[in-house]
């Protein structure tokens, strides 16, 4: 150990100091996690990797220092390079291997907390592949279920004069979607499949949503309020955070305090910044104070759970199912210490770059949220164009659940 640390003194002057530094924290973790061994590895990871075990020994390093949740998780990271790096070692480059490869990550990760977490591999054999473990052990479930589009059966209960149309932004080849209209003259319900509302309002080209929420603003805003409005978050992934305040400061009439977020100062396993407080901004342009009843399922998720935490309330009931579980947000891997990474051409990692947990301190990660007042789905009720959720929000504006 002394010699390396010795022989990367004496070249200090020839490398890059940032650099330097990396491959010095490297060498530091691994003489400390091997303590007997006679030779340690230095990984350098502004490198290109050359091998499948190179990979591996980037994506453990890379995983130390941006992943977010060790302080929470089961998964001991130290004991999965022990485990692991001999596996990869044996490893050549053919295409045999490669699937081995595959399976190692799977299992490695497989337990991980992180509901945003997954891996994209980017090159042959394995091209277009994922691993997402939350997904995967909900597949594995008993009542799994895939993702269900509620919008034919809802229509089936608004009134007419409803607006119902696309985008021209698309989230993994499916473009945006949203719906608003009225349900007994006097209730609005608004859905829309993912939240990039902001951008689309203010995008150009041929665009429905901008007259989707003009008719759902104009509505909230309008004197003549409506008597409750419904939030319908069920298939909802999430999106951009800007849409937030832009569609949710509407519909308060008060700043919310609704939790705390963090990221990471620095590339140390568990050097966190400190948490800084969530709140949602109330648009003083809207003065709304009706009911709000939030929808959601299995499949509400990120930003959506979000929308649920900053809009629940005593008067504001959340109906539905268990949530997905993913409150940590994605953001541009520049700007944080923490999340997404590549490693080489060979895979990419996606995963959160802010931890989020509830004004009242609670951790939603990989446990999603509970809702007021549970209602299963159900498909064969649903195939008969009876929603019965739905009929839940509408019976609870009218005072009748």
Known sequence: ??????????????VD???????????????LLFNSCKKETVIDLDSQPKSLSDIFAHFWLEMNERYLFWDKETTNWDSVYKIYKPKFDELGNNDEDKTKALSYFEDLTGKLIDHHFSITFNEAPLSGTVINPALSRKVSQEAYRSRYSYNSVVQTYLDKGFFSGVGNISQNGVPIRATTGTIGGDIRYFHCNFFALKRSYFSEGHNQIKQILNSFFSAIRDRAKPKGVILDLRDNSGGDLGDLNFLA???????????????????????????????????????????????????????SEIMILALR??????????????????????????????VGTFLTVTTSAVEFKGANGVFYEGVGLTPDIFSQFNFEQLSKGKDIQLELAIHHINGRY
């Open 1 to 14: 150990m002394l010699k390396v640390l010795n022989k990367l003194l004496d070249r200090i002057s020839k």
């Open 17 to 31: 100091f940032v650099c330097f530094c990396k491959t010095l924290f490297f060498v530091l973790a691994i003489g």
């Open 249 to 303: 400061g509407k519909l308060i009439n008060r700043d919310v305090l609704f939790g705390y977020s963090r990221s990471k100062m620095g590339t140390g396993k568990l050097n966190y910044l400190p948490w800084l407080e969530a709140r949602l901004k109330h648009d003083r342009d809207f003065q709304l104070d009706v009911p709000i009843i939030l929808l959601g399922d299995n499949y509400t998720a990120s930003l």
């Open 313 to 342: 309330s005593k008067t504001n009931v959340f109906i539905g199912e268990q949530t997905f579980g993913a409150t940590g947000l994605l953001s541009d891997p520049d700007i944080f210490n923490s999340g997404s990474f590549q």
